[in-house]
């Protein structure tokens, strides 16, 4: 589940300045706040986080990160403006925001193998997408353009939402005492 989030979220990470300074045609101080303002915009979601869990479901968050982020991702490619792709990566940064701590929330809490398993699971799984996606983008940018390696992302961000169930916590078997009791 998180790790199509997290292709589009390397993708913004090692592309987007470059995007922004190739094909937007963005002056070097602009490149420079769109990668901010993409980065802000993520680190705003990520502290307001427990406001939102609050609110909505698990579920319903991943889903609603990956729409924010499949659109901002279509508004970048097709960006008339430099601030419009500005806007565009905000709405992308405030999309990947939650996803991953959802993501490590669910998978500590299921039963089978140990969180500790499980999160070493995730994060093998994470971090080898962000390995992944930086050499994948720059052969696809070379072949087809920037704006087409950046799109190639977009089915893995759909297929986040559709995997987004997978963000429920579930309890341990019954019988069980919890992890932190184990521990």
Known sequence: MAVGITLAEG???DWGTLYMREVMAASP?????????????MAAGRFGG???????????????????TGVGLVLLVNAPSVAVACLALALMGGGVSLVFPIAVTAVAA????????????????????????????????HSFGLAAALLSTLPFVILT?????QARAEPDAPGLSSTAERA
């Open 29 to 41: 101080f602009m490149a420079g706040a769109g990668y901010a303002i993409f980065a802000l915009s």
């Open 161 to 165: 939402g559709l995997l987004a169930g």
């Open 50 to 68: 427990d406001i939102v869990r609050a609110r909505f479901t698990a579920p319903a968050i991943v889903r609603g990160c990956a729409f924010a």
């Open 11 to 13: 993708a913004i990470y």
């Open 110 to 141: 299921r039963s089978g193998s140990s969180a500790a398993a499980n999160l070493a699971g995730l994060t093998l799984a994470v971090m080898t997408s962000l390995l992944i996606a930086p050499p994948a983008i720059g052969f696809l940018g």
